[in-house]
């Protein structure tokens, strides 16, 4: 059974930082790409970031230069390392995780909430 397990969400005011974590087990096959999504209050879920097996990363563009996602593969777990954050960082996370022939997998999401 496939377990996506997510942490490090919480409140903090506008210009801090928060850490996400998220660590999957259960999975058979080789873990291609993992990633972070969030969804904003009636807003649809988007991409923040994502990091593939090789290395190679995305962000959104709204986040450029204040996150950066990180990979260890061999705890299968992925970072996502939040700094400089704004109001409408605020959302719930979501960890995504897709394998070779299986997934994607989603996780139960974590809240992040940025005051001003």
């Known amino acids: 059974q496939v377990r996506l397990v997510e942490s490090g969400g919480g409140l903090v005011q506008a210009g801090g930082s928060l850490r996400l974590s998220c660590t999957a087990s259960?999975?058979?096959?080789?873990?291609?790409?993992m990633g972070w999504h969030r969804q904003a209050p009636g807003k649809q879920r988007e991409l923040v970031a994502r990091?593939?097996?090789?290395?190679?990363?995305n962000y959104a563009d709204s986040v450029k230069g204040r996150f950066t996602i990180s990979r260890d593969n061999a705890k299968n777990t992925v970072y996502l390392q939040m700094n400089s954050l704004e109001p409408d960082d605020t959302g719930v996370y979501y960890c995504r995780v897709l394998a070779t022939a299986q997934g994607p997998y989603w996780g139960q999401g974590t809240q992040v909430t940025v005051s001003s």
């Open positions: 259960g999975i058979r096959f080789s873990i291609n790409s």
């Open positions: 990091v593939f097996s090789a290395g190679t990363t």
